[in-house]
Structure formats: structure tokens, C-alpha cells
């Protein structure tokens, strides 16, 4: 993973032959922007975003297991994951869907259980290009100290593992 700045934007990149994440934060802002294609069509991709079965497959870190405790992808629907790790540690994650328009937008909340009262709004848009998929997931946080908590947390490594498994799964079709 590159980190640098380019323009007072702090930048992060990893790159590979399969990935092209990146990680954008502004400073001052409360806004992360992360992008990545996938080598899948966006049909593919929103139902791997909206699809209990393979959120569970491709959601979260490797070394621990995805619950998908409730996935109701539709305006005033419910999420809730739980990432159990191999020693039995469970984190949950949960959020309300405001939008989830097949196959370009989804929008919805982000709140981690460990820090109730932080909520994130998300937006991730799907556009295909020559049967790629590029992703720009924008998350808005309530203050810049929590979108800085969120970046120090991490997030970015977590992000490229998910992301990296999602591509993996896309490409089992």
C-alpha cells in the first residue's frame, strides 16, 4: 500500500495485477471515497451487495466468519453482520437501507455495535465499462473525528481484504 499526498488529499493505494483500491481523505473533511473495479459485470456486483448468501462469502476479514443476521436490501430495509473471529470474538455491524437501485446505487447507514452512536451514511455506485465494474463507495461520517477514527482504525487494510475476497468470489460466477 502506497500513502502519500497529492494535492493536500492524503491518498492510499494498493495495487496488484487483480486490484486497484483506493483510499481518498480529504483533510477537514468528513468523507473517505474508496474505488475498485472488479472484472465482473455490475449486475454480478450489486447482488454480491445484496445478496445474504454471498455477503457472508466475501464480507470482512478473512480469518473470520460473516453472519448475516438480517439483509433486507430495499428503502427502510435492515442490515446486520457479525464477524466471528476464530477465537470467538463477535463485532456487529449494522445500518438501514435508504436506497438499493439494480444494479448502479446503494445507499445506506454503517454503524459498528462496539461504538453506538457513530452512524455513517454510504453510498456505493456500480459503474460497468467493457464488462468491468468500478466501484465508488463514498462514506460520509457525523464529524471529521470520527471519519479520523476510522481511518487510524485501519479500515483501509479491512476494506482491500473484503474487496480482494469480493473479487475472488465474483470470479467463481
Do not use: C
Not at 453506538?116 to 463507495?137: A, F, I, W, Y
Not at 471519519?147 to 465474483?170: I, K, N, P, T, V
Request: hydrophobic share 35%; glycine share 10%.
Amino acid at each position: 500500500m502506497t500513502i502519500g499526498t497529492r494535492n493536500d488529499r492524503t491518498i492510499q493505494e494498493r495495487s496488484s495485477p487483480m486490484a486497484d483500491l483506493q483510499v481518498v481523505a480529504d483533510p477537514g473533511t468528513q468523507q473517505i471515497v474508496v474505488t475498485r473495479s472488479f472484472a465482473a459485470p455490475r449486475e454480478l456486483v450489486f447482488k454480491a451487495f445484496t445478496d445474504p448468501d454471498a455477503v457472508r462469502r466475501w464480507w470482512g476479514l478473512r480469518d473470520s466468519e460473516t453472519i448475516v443476521d438480517e439483509l433486507d436490501a430495499r428503502p427502510g430495509g435492515r442490515w446486520r453482520f457479525v464477524q466471528r473471529s476464530g477465537d470467538g470474538d463477535e463485532n456487529g455491524f449494522h445500518g438501514v437501507f435508504h436506497e438499493a437501485t439494480a444494479p448502479e446505487r446503494i445507499v445506506y447507514t454503517f454503524e459498528w455495535e462496539g461504538l453506538p452512536g457513530h452512524v455513517l451514511l454510504e453510498t456505493v455506485t456500480l459503474e460497468e465499462q467493457d464488462g468491468k465494474t468500478h466501484m465508488t463507495d463514498t462514506s460520509v461520517f457525523q464529524s471529521v473525528a470520527d471519519r479520523d477514527g476510522m481511518l487510524q482504525s485501519g479500515m483501509e487494510s479491512g476494506a482491500a481484504e473484503s474487496f480482494d475476497r469480493l473479487d475472488e468470489y465474483l470470479a467463481k460466477g
